[in-house]
Every structure is written in C-alpha cells, then in structure tokens.
C-alpha cells in the first residue's frame, strides 16, 4: 500500500517537472497521459529536453530549469500579444484572466498544503528500518491471502491525486499571480497617497491590506519552496522503502485496514475543508482590494486645490530736488518705481509709457498690503454627455492696509457639452482677449493702460458643421492715460467673434464690436496653409457712434484697416509678400478699441503685435535664399512701396510716395566667421519735387514694421547704403574662440548727392567666459562716422530743403538739418565672482564703463554753416559685495556702491542727468551708455546740445533677505556739471511677499 502512494507521489513529480525536453523525446512512451503537453510545450520552445534526446520525465525539477521555463513562456506571452496590437503588460489582461489566476493561487495553497500533510503522515508510517523490515515480514505472510479490493478508499486516493495534479498545473502561475496582486496594491498605495485630508483613515486600511497581500506573496515563494522540498523528502522516501532496490508491487499484498490507515475518507475531507478555509480567506481579501480601487476611484475622480499669496511693505521714497532715477545705477533693485507714465512734460497729453529707466524713483509711497487666495478644483474624467465641469477656480483679492477691502479678482470654469470644450473668465480689471491685430486686440496690455473688468466666454463647436470656435467678451473698460485716446470714460464693451474651420488648415474669423456710445464695426480674418504657401489677412472697419451700419463699408465714413500676406516656402527659398492699407485712426489703439496697438509703449513696435503701422499703404516683398556653398550661403532681398493712407495729406497735392529695397548676404566663412555685405536704397516720390534719396527715414511707418530706418537692424534696411561685415559668432559650435562676439564694418549712406558722403567704420568685440570661479565680461567699441561735407561749401541744402517740405505739413517750419563728424571710443568691464567657500559664502561685483566722443564738427545742411562742439564724455562704475550666507541659514546680504558722471550729453527732461534711458552700459552694440535717445537712432543724428551742462548721480544701496522678506535702503544725490548738489535722495522699505 505505501509503494502505491509512493507511485502517485511520483506522479506529482512527473507533473511538475514537465517541460525539460525536445519534440518526440526517446523516453515518453505513446500513450503516457502527459505526452501531449510534452510535446506541445517542446513545439512551442518552452522546453528543450536534455542533450541526448531524452525527457527525463522522472527527475527532480530544479529552481534553475523552472526559471528557464517561465522565462521562455513569457517571452512566448508576450510575441503573442504584441501580434495581436496588445501591450504586454497586466493592463491586457481581462477580468477574467485575472479572476482564474486568483483561482490558481488558491487551489496551489489548498492542494500543496495537502500534500505535505500526506508526505508528513507517509514519513511519520515508514521512517525508519525497523518499519521496512516488519513491511517485509508482512508481505511475506500476506502472500497466501488474496488481494482484497480497494473499494471507497481506493477512489479517496484517486481523488487525491487527481486534485494533486491539478495542484501542481496552478503552481507555475501561483507566484505571478501573488506578486501582480501586490503590485496592483501598491499602485492603489501610491493614487490613496495622492489624496489628501479626509482619506488618511482609507491610506491606513490600504497599507494593512498591502500587508495581507504581501503576506500572500510571501506564502507563495514558501509554497513553491515546499514544492521542491516535497521532492527532496519524496524521492528519499523511496529509497528508504526500497532499500536502495526495487521492491515487488505490494498494492496486491496490501489489507484493507492498512490502507485505510493511510488514507481514509476523513483525511481527504479534511484537507478539502483547509483548502476552502483558505479560499474564502483569499476570496475576502480580494474583495476587500475591489472594494479599495472604488474607494480611490471615487476619491480622485475630483481634486481640489488652495493656493495664495501674501505681499505687504512699508516704506518710502522722497527727494529734496527734481525727481531722479537709480535704476542705471543699481538694476533690479527693490526701491525702483518700475514702468509707468512718464512723470514730467506738458500738454498736450497723452504721456507715453515709459520703461523703468525712464522714469523717476523718488516722491512715491511703498506702504501697503495686499493678499490673494485662489480655490480650484477639477475633475480628473469628466463626463462626455450633457453639460460638464473639468476645472474651475476662484481668486480673492484683498486689501490689507492702509485701507481694506476684498474683490473677487478672477474666476474661471471649463468643461465640454458633449465632449466639446468651453470656458468662461471673469477678471476684476485685466480681461484679456484678441480677436485680431487690430480688432479688440488687448491680450499684450501688461501694464493696464486700459482697465477692463469682463467675462470672456469661448465654446469649442467640434460637432457642429465648420466646426465653430465662438468667443463672446463683454464688461466695463477704463483708459487710465490722462489723454482718454482709447474710452474716454467708464465704457460699457462687448464684441463676439467665431472662427470657422471647414477645412483643415483654413481658419476664417468674424467679427463684432462695440463700445457703447462710442464706436462699434465689425472685421473678418482668415488664415490658410496649404502645402508650402500660408496665406493670411484681415478686414475691420469701425466708425464712431451712430449713423447706419451701413456706413462700415464705406471707407469714407468708417475707418478700414486690411492687409493680406502671403508665404511660401520652397524649402532653400522663402518668399513672402503683402499688401496693406491703415487708417490713421487706428494709431493709439483708437479705431480699433485696442489696448495692444496704441501710442503709451515707448519705442519701436508701439502698435504691438500689429504687423504694419497706421496711416500706411502699400506692399512689400521679401525672399531669402539659402544655400550650401561653403559653409552656408543666405541671399536675402527685399522691396517695399507705400504711401501714407490717403495720399493728400501731406504738402505737395500729389502726397508722397516711399520706396525702399536692397539685398543683402550672409556667407559662413570657418572658426564662427561669417562675412555680411549688402545694399539698400530709399527713395522719397512726390509729384512737385521729384524723387529724392534719403540716407534714411523717420518716414512712413515711424512705429511700424516697415519702412523706418534703425542703426544695427539687418542689412541696414530701409536706407540708402552700401556695406559689408565680418562678423565672429561667439555661440557658433565651430567657434575660434567660444563667447567671443567681433564685429568689423564699413558702410557709406548717400545723402541724396549721388556721392555717398557718409562713411561709418566700426569695430567692436566683446567676450563672456569664466576664468576659475571669475565670470568675465570684458568689451571694446570703436565708431568713426565721417560726413565728407563737412566743412566743405553747402552741396545739398536743397536737397534737405525738398526733403522737409515733403515730410511736413505746411504749417509746420523745417528744423535745422545737422550732420556731424565724430570719432567715439567705448569700452568696459564686468567681473564677478561666484560665491566663495569661506564663512558667509561672499560674493564680488565689479562693473566700470566709459564713453568718449572726440573730434565733434557740426554741419548745418540748409545754411552750411560748420562749427566745432566739445567732447562728450560718460564713465560709470559700480562695486558690490553679497553675503550670500548671512548669519543664519536663508539669509543674504548686498550692499553696492555706485556713480555716473556725464559731460555734454543730452536729457531731455532737463539740463541734468535726472534719467538714464536704456542700460548700455555693457553693450558693445551702441554709442551710449545710458543717454537719449539709447541706442542710435541714425549715426549723422548724434543728438548732442547740453554742452557741460550735464551732471551725474551718485549712490549706495544695501538690501537684505531672509527668504521671502527683505529690507532695502538707499541714499543717493544729482549733481550738476559742476558738481554741485541738485537734488537729495532716500528710499527705505520693508516688504514680505509669500506664495503658499
């Protein structure tokens, strides 16, 4: 009897060590019940078998061949979902897949722990010799007596081994099975972590079931340990009961009481008890991991959110003399009072925005409060039926002192309608929306010239035929310049444009606008890419309050704005071209209702993100050629022709007609090296006088894009010129020396003589690199500008006669038209050290820069007159020293020390230096350092005329922080030439600014 349960033992085994052999294996008989599997598995490479074509089906299954096994099935696993288009991962499983896997985990506890209860009780019943040899006295005496049937207990035992080979089949999957249920916990760990506040009771039940489950693994590994042990004591077992030789069959000498003792009825029944004991453990714990997934589901299908700021400061800034700036003295400080209007001049309005270093720092107020908080919330996967949020959001603004009041400053809420996307915001005072260049264009207002307090609504339309995009604006605007260009007071607006796009690539957009009681109009745009060409273009017209809509289309009752522009791209060849018409009244953002296109910003581009200025009309094409010659060759080439918009305004009748073009070409040399000649030319048309060539214009297009001429831009457009450049790339990767910048020039302008009269040679170099922990910052400038006619007999008063007389209206006397001779020198230094590894962890700054413009003549080209100016003259320095570890962990210190004196330089704001417009002081790039106008606007034009009246500034500046708060102090004066006192000033202020 205990040969015959060694028998099924060994069949167990046979199962379990399935899958060592090749296809049609010498040693598995026809017929053996596993023989298909065998094959099968070979067939498909899973198994291999042993080198002389043997099976081995009897032999014990090591840890290294089972990890060769599950190895090769999943790799077999994986081909095959990857040829179905399926990710080979445990998201490709189906519920079902993993449900008979749960099932696999629990039969393999079941069936395994039963079977070591059984090898328990076999070794307990033939564990030693004593056992062997009264078996084979027995089986002597047993030999006369027939074999008694096996009955009831023989089908228990073939129950058993049915199940144990059911068991073994479940072992090969019960260890992945166990290790992807931690897995899937410890994803549900990480989401639960994700939610916050009201689920630390949930983060806790997941991290004891995370337990459970990896107990559950554990059990696994051990299991699968018991598997081999089980072999192990089996197979000793064995030879134990043979004695090392094959005993005769002893089922057939075995009584029916022996039998039993070995396996009776209520030892399978017991065994089946454990193992359903055990499953509903598992079951439970499964349900309880299901339940879990809901609960972190739910929870994250809505997130909420607070966030907010806090910002207050004390202090102020006043001056005993005229208001003067610090910013050219120490940018970035905290006691600047930033951008703003200009805070001097007269009438008539409206003053222009200006720049920080446009303005004064002094006579101003710090002392205030202020704090913001925004609630959110949004829904991780919304709905796509009906109306549905995604995310919405609420900011607070409050007022702290020294007054207090509370706004709702913004709010929005998006979501779809039927999968299809909307948005609603609302802003206390910055609404933002474009709807084209020149139409309700208020998207770039950053310093809220106008104020507008609104809602914008917009709604996606992807289901709708030509799938819509429509945006509705509407609220209340405020022009905060004293000049009222844009809505003269508190105005009521509202404006509706949807964009169209019924094919891909092809956007058309109509439009609607109006300001209540002011003006309304309507505008069109479109925009069109096909292939290489990309066409785009717009009409608006509005026109004041009243009269019939009609008038809109009529362009001497409304005022029109339109241009179309179109570019092809042939890959080495680019082309692009336009042709425009804008009103004057679109200057200032006025026709338009445009915050963006209006005259506040200073400087060039003061019609925003429009492409061309008002009161222009014309065309202009542009082509640019590249190709691989040396190192690269571009060709560039332009021409542009425009009017002002209707014709007459000007002094001649016949109104004036601008034309420019040139080419120009940028060949790559070696070592960073490039070479840039090019040629312009600038022709002013008008009927009475002729043509006139101008060296360049202030013409048409003077805050445009187009048609104005700027020293430095590409090619010197835009005048009448020829030149050429050597130019080393400091950031080409083949660069001679890498953050080295050297720029020689030479380019001669023709004054309208025919002669090229004005020569201009420069030179300039500058490098940025580290040297150790030194960063350096060293440059050097040489200008020559040269007007041949110069002390010569007046050839061209004529000329600049015709000139002036075309630009201006009559009323208006020409200016005197100079042109000088001049030689400047310009150069500087900026060190700096990183922070040094000593107490403190200090760091330096060193900056010093000087101008000096020698050899000044001065010629008058309508009288000839010449006369000999002094020498202009800056310097400029500034040291530092930060503690950037002060004291304790999170604090820093600077203080700075820093001067400017100017000698026959121009401030139009008085006869001292109270402004330093534009910071050049390290630029290699232009004449100045600080001075009107910045950079030069036209190289004849040296815009001098303060003689030695001018001044300087000096002053120090000491700024504290310990994270987020921080205390600034400065103390400075403004001299005159003489150095005599102007002015005296002190800034002081303490500020805390947090965001949470």
Same mark, same amino acid.
Do not use: C
């Given at each position: 009897?205990?040969?015959?349960?060694?028998?099924?033992?060994?069949?167990?085994?046979?199962?379990?060590?399935?899958?060592?052999?090749?296809?049609?294996?010498?040693?598995?008989?026809?017929?053996?019940?596993?023989?298909?599997?065998?094959?099968?598995?070979?067939?498909?490479?899973?198994?291999?078998?042993?080198?002389?074509?043997?099976?081995?089906?009897?032999?014990?299954?090591?840890?290294?061949?089972?990890?060769?096994?599950?190895?090769?099935?999943?790799?077999?696993?994986?081909?095959?979902?990857?040829?179905?288009? @399926?990710?080979?991962?445990?998201?490709?499983?189906?519920?079902?897949?993993?449900?008979?896997?749960?099932?696999?985990?629990?039969?393999?506890?079941?069936?395994?722990?039963?079977? =070591?209860?059984?090898?328990?009780?076999?070794?307990?019943?033939?564990? /030693?010799?004593?056992?062997?040899?009264?078996?084979?006295?027995?089986? @002597?005496?047993?030999?006369?007596?027939?074999?008694?049937?096996?009955?009831?207990?023989?089908?228990?035992?073939?129950?058993?081994?049915?199940?144990?080979?059911?068991?073994?089949?479940?072992?090969?999957?019960?260890?992945?099975?166990?290790?992807?249920?931690?897995?899937?916990?410890?994803?549900?760990?990480?989401?639960?972590?994700?939610?916050?506040?009201?689920?630390?009771?949930?983060?806790?039940?997941?991290?004891?079931?995370?337990?459970?489950?990896?107990?559950?693994?554990?059990?696994?590994?051990?299991?699968?340990?018991?598997?081999?042990?089980?072999?192990?004591?089996?197979?000793?077992?064995?030879?134990?009961?043979?004695? =090392?030789?094959?005993?005769?069959?002893?089922?057939?000498?075995?009584?029916?009481?022996?039998?039993?003792?070995?396996?009776?009825?209520?030892?399978?029944?017991?065994?089946?008890?454990?193992?359903?004991?055990?499953?509903?453990?598992?079951?439970?714990?499964? @349900?309880?991991?299901?339940?879990?997934?809901?609960?972190?589901?739910?929870?994250?299908?809505?997130?909420?959110?607070?966030?907010?700021?806090?910002?207050?400061?004390?202090?102020?800034? $006043?001056?005993?003399?005229?208001? *003067?700036?610090?910013?050219?003295?120490?940018?970035?400080?905290?006691?600047?009072?930033?951008?703003?209007?200009?805070?001097?001049?007269?009438?008539?309005?409206?003053?222009?925005?200006?720049?920080?270093?446009?303005?004064?720092?002094?006579?101003?107020?710090?002392?205030?409060?202020?704090?913001?908080?925004?609630?959110?919330?949004?829904?991780?996967?919304?709905?796509?039926?009906?109306?549905?949020?995604?995310?919405?959001?609420?900011?607070?603004?409050?007022?702290?002192?020294?007054?207090?009041?509370?706004?709702?400053?913004?709010?929005?809420?998006?979501?779809?309608?039927?999968?299809?996307?909307?948005?609603?915001?609302?802003?206390?005072?910055?609404?933002?929306?474009?709807?084209?260049?020149?139409?309700?264009?208020?998207?770039?207002?950053?310093?809220?010239?106008?104020?507008?307090?609104?809602?914008?609504?917009?709604?996606?339309?992807?289901?709708?035929?030509?799938?819509?995009?429509?945006?509705?604006?509407?609220?209340?605007?405020?022009?905060?310049?004293?000049?009222?260009?844009?809505?003269?007071?508190?105005? /009521?607006?509202?404006?509706?444009?949807?964009?169209?796009?019924?094919?891909?690539? *092809?956007?058309?957009?109509?439009?609607?606008?109006?300001?209540?009681?002011?003006?309304?109009?309507?505008?069109?745009?479109?925009?069109?890419?096909?292939?290489?060409?990309?066409?785009?273009?717009?009409?608006?017209?509005?026109?004041?309050?009243?009269?019939?809509?009609?008038?809109? %289309?009529?362009?001497?009752? /409304?005022?029109?704005?339109?241009?179309?522009?179109?570019?092809?791209?042939?890959?080495?060849?680019?082309?692009?071209?336009?042709?425009?018409?804008?009103?004057?009244?679109?200057?200032?953002?006025?026709?338009?209702?445009?915050?963006?296109?209006?005259? %506040?910003?200073?400087?060039?581009?003061?019609?925003?993100?429009?492409?061309?200025?008002?009161?222009?009309?014309?065309?202009?094409?542009?082509?640019?050629?590249?190709?691989? %010659?040396?190192?690269?060759?571009?060709?560039?080439?332009?021409?542009?022709?425009?009017?002002?918009?209707?014709?007459?305004?000007?002094?001649?009748?016949?109104?004036?007609?601008?034309?420019?073009?040139?080419?120009?070409?940028?060949?790559?040399? *070696?070592?960073?090296?490039?070479?840039?000649?090019?040629?312009?030319?600038?022709?002013?048309?008008?009927?009475?006088?002729?043509?006139?060539?101008?060296?360049?214009? $202030?013409?048409?297009?003077?805050?445009?894009?187009?048609?104005?001429?700027?020293?430095?831009?590409? +090619?010197?457009?835009?005048?009448?010129?020829? =030149?050429?450049?050597?130019?080393? +790339?400091?950031?080409?990767?083949?660069?001679?020396?890498?953050?080295?910048?050297?720029?020689?020039?030479?380019?001669? %302008?023709?004054?309208?003589?025919?002669?090229?009269? *004005?020569?201009?040679?420069?030179?300039?170099?500058?490098?940025?690199?580290?040297?150790?922990?030194?960063?350096?910052?060293?440059?050097?400038?040489?200008?020559?500008?040269?007007?041949?006619?110069?002390?010569?007999?007046?050839?061209?008063?004529?000329?600049?006669?015709?000139?002036?007389?075309?630009?201006?209206?009559?009323?208006?006397?020409?200016?005197?038209?100079?042109?000088?001779?001049?030689?400047?020198?310009?150069?500087?230094?900026?060190?700096?050290?990183?922070?040094?590894?000593?107490?403190?962890?200090?760091?330096?700054?060193?900056?010093?820069?000087?101008?000096?413009?020698?050899?000044?003549?001065?010629?008058?080209?309508?009288?000839?007159?010449?006369?000999?100016?002094?020498?202009?003259?800056?310097?400029?320095?500034?040291?530092?020293?930060?503690?950037?570890?002060?004291?304790?962990?999170?604090?820093?210190?600077?203080?700075?020390?820093?001067?400017?004196?100017?000698?026959?330089?121009?401030?139009?704001?008085?006869?001292?230096?109270?402004?330093?417009?534009?910071?050049?002081?390290?630029?290699?790039?232009?004449?100045?350092?600080?001075?009107?106008?910045?950079?030069?606007?036209?190289?004849?034009?040296?815009?001098?005329?303060?003689?030695?009246? /001018?001044?300087?500034?000096?002053?120090?500046?000491?700024?504290?922080?310990?994270?987020?708060?921080?205390?600034?102090?400065?103390?400075?004066?403004?001299?005159?030439?003489?150095?005599?006192?102007?002015?005296?000033?002190?800034?002081?202020?303490?500020?805390?600014?947090?965001?949470?």
């Amino acid at each position: 009897m205990k040969k015959r349960l060694v028998i099924l033992l060994a069949g167990l085994l046979t199962v379990l060590s399935m899958g060592f052999g090749l296809a049609q294996f010498s040693d598995v008989p026809a017929g053996h019940w596993a023989k298909e599997a065998v094959e099968n598995m070979a067939a498909k490479g899973i198994i291999t078998g042993f080198p002389d074509g043997t099976f081995r089906g009897n032999e014990t299954l090591t840890r290294y061949q089972a990890a060769l096994i599950i190895y090769r099935l999943l790799e077999q696993i994986n081909a095959e979902l990857k040829a179905q288009g @399926e990710s080979p991962t445990m998201a490709a499983m189906d519920e079902e897949t993993l449900n008979a896997l749960k099932n696999a985990v629990q039969e393999l506890a079941s069936e395994l722990a039963a079977l =070591g209860v059984r090898v328990s009780a076999l070794e307990d019943n033939a564990a /030693s010799k004593d056992d062997i040899a009264r078996l084979e006295a027995m089986i @002597e005496e047993l030999k006369a007596q027939p074999a008694p049937e096996p009955g009831m207990d023989e089908a228990a035992l073939q129950d058993l081994m049915d199940r144990v080979e059911a068991a073994s089949i479940a072992a090969d999957t019960a260890l992945a099975q166990a290790q992807q249920l931690a897995e899937q916990l410890d994803a549900l760990s990480q989401d639960v972590e994700g939610v916050k506040g009201d689920v630390a009771a949930l983060q806790t039940q997941v991290e004891a079931n995370a337990g459970a489950i990896q107990a559950l693994n554990e059990l696994a590994v051990l299991l699968n340990q018991d598997v081999l042990t089980l072999q192990d004591r089996v197979t000793a077992l064995e030879k134990l009961v043979s004695g =090392g030789a094959e005993l005769p069959d002893l089922e057939q000498f075995a009584t029916k009481a022996e039998l039993e003792e070995l396996a009776t009825k209520e030892d399978v029944a017991a065994v089946q008890e454990f193992a359903a004991a055990l499953r509903s453990d598992l079951v439970g714990l499964s @349900e309880k991991v299901t339940k879990l997934e809901g609960q972190v589901a739910e929870l994250s299908k809505v997130q909420y959110s607070i966030k907010g700021s806090l910002s207050v400061a004390y202090g102020t800034a $006043s001056s005993t003399g005229p208001n *003067f700036d610090i910013d050219r003295l120490f940018p970035g400080n905290q006691v600047s009072s930033g951008a703003g209007q200009q805070d001097y001049g007269g009438p008539p309005p409206p003053y222009r925005k200006r720049v920080a270093q446009r303005r004064g720092d002094f006579d101003q107020t710090f002392t205030g409060g202020s704090a913001n908080l925004t609630f959110g919330v949004k829904v991780a996967q919304p709905g796509t039926s009906g109306v549905n949020v995604s995310e919405a959001s609420a900011t607070l603004y409050a007022d702290t002192f020294p007054s207090t009041s509370l706004s709702l400053d913004s709010a929005t809420v998006k979501g779809n309608v039927d999968g299809q996307a909307f948005s609603v915001a609302y802003s206390n005072g910055g609404s933002s929306f474009a709807f084209n260049d020149y139409l309700f264009a208020n998207d770039q207002d950053g310093d809220g010239t106008v104020t507008r307090t609104g809602v914008v609504a917009s709604f996606s339309g992807t289901k709708f035929p030509l799938a819509p995009e429509v945006t509705v604006v509407a609220g209340q605007a405020t022009d905060n310049d004293p000049g009222k260009r844009i809505f003269p007071a508190d105005t /009521s607006y509202f404006g509706i444009r949807t964009a169209f796009k019924p094919l891909e690539g *092809f956007t058309l957009g109509l439009n609607y606008v109006r300001a209540e009681g002011l003006r309304y109009g309507v505008g069109a745009d479109l925009s069109l890419a096909l292939g290489p060409v990309k066409l785009t273009g717009l009409f608006d017209s509005t026109k004041a309050w009243g009269g019939d809509w009609t008038d809109l %289309f009529d362009s001497t009752l /409304s005022d029109w704005a339109y241009y179309v522009k179109g570019d092809v791209n042939l890959g080495p060849l680019t082309l692009s071209a336009n042709y425009r018409a804008i009103d004057p009244d679109y200057e200032n953002g006025k026709a338009g209702l445009s915050a963006n296109y209006n005259y %506040f910003y200073f400087g060039v581009g003061g019609n925003g993100n429009a492409p061309f200025a008002a009161d222009n009309r014309g065309f202009g094409v542009d082509a640019k050629l590249s190709l691989a %010659f040396l190192g690269g060759l571009e060709v560039r080439g332009y021409y542009e022709n425009a009017y002002d918009y209707d014709g007459v305004k000007l002094r001649s009748s016949g109104g004036y007609q601008q034309q420019a073009y040139g080419v120009g070409a940028t060949l790559k040399l *070696f070592a960073g090296f490039s070479l840039n000649p090019y040629w312009n030319q600038l022709l002013l048309s008008n009927t009475a006088e002729g043509d006139t060539v101008l060296p360049g214009s $202030s013409g048409i297009g003077a805050y445009g894009n187009y048609s104005y001429y700027f020293y430095n831009i590409q +090619d010197s457009r835009y005048s009448t010129s020829l =030149g050429v450049k050597l130019v080393h +790339d400091a950031r080409a990767k083949d660069a001679l020396i890498p953050g080295l910048t050297l720029v020689l020039g030479y380019q001669v %302008f023709d004054d309208g003589s025919g002669n090229y009269p *004005f020569q201009d040679l420069l030179a300039y170099t500058s490098y940025q690199g580290k040297l150790g922990f030194l960063s350096l910052q060293p440059y050097f400038r040489y200008h020559s500008f040269t007007d041949a006619d110069v002390g010569t007999a007046n050839t061209r008063g004529a000329d600049f006669n015709n000139y002036y007389a075309i630009l201006l209206p009559p009323a208006v006397p020409a200016p005197t038209a100079l042109t000088y001779n001049y030689t400047t020198y310009k150069y500087g230094v900026k060190v700096a050290t990183d922070p040094l590894d000593i107490p403190f962890k200090p760091s330096l700054e060193g900056v010093y820069a000087r101008r000096l413009t020698t050899d000044i003549q001065e010629h008058n080209n309508l009288t000839g007159a010449n006369a000999s100016l002094s020498d202009a003259e800056e310097t400029f320095y500034r040291v530092g020293l930060a503690l950037n570890e002060f004291l304790v962990p999170g604090a820093s210190l600077k203080v700075a020390y820093a001067s400017y004196r100017g000698t026959n330089v121009v401030d139009p704001a008085g006869s001292f230096l109270t402004r330093g417009y534009g910071d050049f002081s390290l630029s290699a790039t232009t004449d100045r350092l600080f001075t009107y106008p910045g950079e030069v606007q036209f190289p004849w034009n040296l815009t001098t005329g303060a003689k030695t009246n /001018s001044g300087g500034v000096d002053g120090i500046y000491v700024e504290a922080k310990y994270y987020n708060f921080t205390v600034a102090y400065l103390d400075a004066i403004l001299l005159d030439g003489s150095g005599n006192v102007q002015s005296y000033g002190r800034a002081f202020k303490v500020s805390y600014n947090v965001e949470f």
